[in-house]
């Protein structure tokens, strides 16, 4: 499965951190959070470069506990952990971890990381939209 799909079912391609990693901005992302670029990089979920959160996701390590590629081929789909973590990104990014999941198990891995990358794709310039401030990666505009 592609890096940028999590275990959890967020698009790591609209991540600041990510976008940041993927841009060379993460040095300056790094001294403005005040965290070591070596404990903020982070090339997808499931890459060998993880952020902090990431690299220590308890969902993540279930999965892999479990051996299964995501949270929807779990028979305790969805678990509490998951709803928690589908509330705060309800709440904070307008994302359901959940629907992502059911929508990924309907048509497929390879198709939903095509709508996700048109759903953040910057309708002025084409660049990368970062679904934490809504803000395209390559020219600032702001996306409501």
Same mark, same amino acid.
């Not at 059911?102 to 198709?111: D, F, N, P, S």
């Not at 084409?126 to 803000?135: A, F, L, R, S, T």
């Given at each position: *499965? &592609?890096? +940028?799909?999590?275990?959890?079912?967020?698009?790591?391609?609209?991540?600041?951190?990510?976008?940041?990693? /993927? #841009?060379?901005? @993460?040095?300056? !992302?790094?001294? /403005? @959070?005040?965290?070591?670029?070596?404990? @903020?990089?982070?090339?997808?979920?499931?890459?060998?470069?993880?952020? !902090?959160?990431? *690299?220590?996701? =308890?969902? +993540?390590?279930?999965?892999?506990? +479990?051996?299964?590629? #995501?949270?929807? /081929?779990?028979? %305790?789909?969805?678990?509490?952990?998951?709803?928690? !973590?589908?509330?705060?990104?309800?709440?904070?990014?307008?994302?359901? @971890?959940?629907?992502? !999941?059911?929508?990924?198990?309907?048509?497929?891995? %390879?198709?939903?990381?095509? /709508?996700?990358?048109? +759903?953040?794709?910057?309708? =002025?310039?084409?660049?990368?939209?970062?679904? *934490?401030?809504?803000?395209?990666? &390559?020219?600032?505009?702001?996306? &409501?």
């Amino acid at each position: *499965m &592609d890096a +940028k799909i999590a275990y959890c079912g967020i698009y790591c391609g609209a991540c600041g951190i990510f976008l940041a990693t /993927e #841009s060379n901005e @993460l040095e300056e !992302l790094s001294k /403005e @959070l005040k965290i070591p670029v070596t404990y @903020l990089a982070c090339k997808g979920c499931r890459s060998d470069t993880n952020n !902090l959160c990431c *690299m220590n996701c =308890g969902i +993540k390590r279930c999965c892999g506990h +479990k051996n299964i590629n #995501s949270c929807n /081929e779990c028979n %305790e789909f969805p678990c509490a952990n998951l709803k928690k !973590l589908d509330q705060r990104h309800l709440r904070d990014d307008n994302v359901s @971890l959940i629907e992502n !999941l059911v929508r990924i198990r309907k048509i497929g891995a %390879e198709q939903w990381l095509k /709508e996700q990358e048109d +759903k953040w794709r910057c309708p =002025g310039c084409g660049g990368n939209i970062c679904v *934490m401030d809504k803000e395209c990666y &390559d020219c600032g505009c702001k996306i &409501d």
